[in-house]
């Protein structure tokens, strides 16, 4: 009902960006801490448990397509504490589903991951996504870099607590000329907090 009322409110002028649990930090929810261990000690439950989770990401993002959200975003915080190995076995293929679904009905994705993620960045473009959001303690210039090569867009990485919360309307302004500034290409890039 919200989103409805939001689209018809300004959806004509605003991209509408629709956020929901993706499916590794899902799995780790319904499951408690044990998933962590099943992971080493029963994979094929823990990919069982994903594909369900993924199903239930899929659910999401058709709920909001029918609804004429513009980017699709699953948040997964989980996922930046992971090895690459385990991204591979376990959230790779999900998540290149679910953003595979996105585009096939003609919206945007975005992988949206809180911590930090530069191990995994890489195998995160591989999904394909349309944009990456990342954390304030991603290096934005090296992973700029890393995205543009994927042609995936990547968006932050004001700081939260030091920039947003705590310091002051210039404060703030630095932060944003110096983040854009350490860009050499704007191309790809949406300017946002972490």
């Not at 076995?89 to 975005?110: L, Q």
């Not at 870099?145 to 995936?152: I, N, R």
């Amino acid at each position: 009902d919200v989103t409805r009322r939001i689209k018809k409110a300004v959806g004509d002028r605003t991209a509408l960006y629709g956020l929901f649990c993706g499916p590794y930090t899902l799995a780790s929810h319904l499951r408690g801490t044990n998933f962590f261990r099943d992971a080493r000690q029963h994979p094929e439950y823990v990919k069982e448990l994903m594909a369900y989770t993924t199903e239930l990401g899929l659910q999401m993002a058709d709920f909001y397509l029918e609804e004429g959200v513009d980017v699709i975003v699953p948040v997964d915080p989980v996922v930046s504490q992971i090895s690459p190995t385990h991204f591979k076995n376990f959230v790779f293929e999900p998540y290149a589903k679910i953003f595979g679904h996105i585009r096939n009905k003609g919206a945007f994705s975005s992988f949206f991951v809180c911590g930090n993620a530069t191990h995994i960045l890489e195998l995160m473009c591989q999904t394909k996504p349309d944009s990456l959001a990342v954390d304030e303690n991603v290096n934005i210039v090296a992973a700029h870099k890393l995205t543009d090569s994927y042609d995936v867009a990547i968006g932050g990485n004001i700081p939260l607590t030091t920039a947003l919360l705590l310091g002051t309307q210039l404060d703030n302004m630095k932060v944003g000329i110096d983040l854009i500034d350490s860009l050499n290409t704007r191309k790809n890039f949406i300017f946002s907090p972490g």
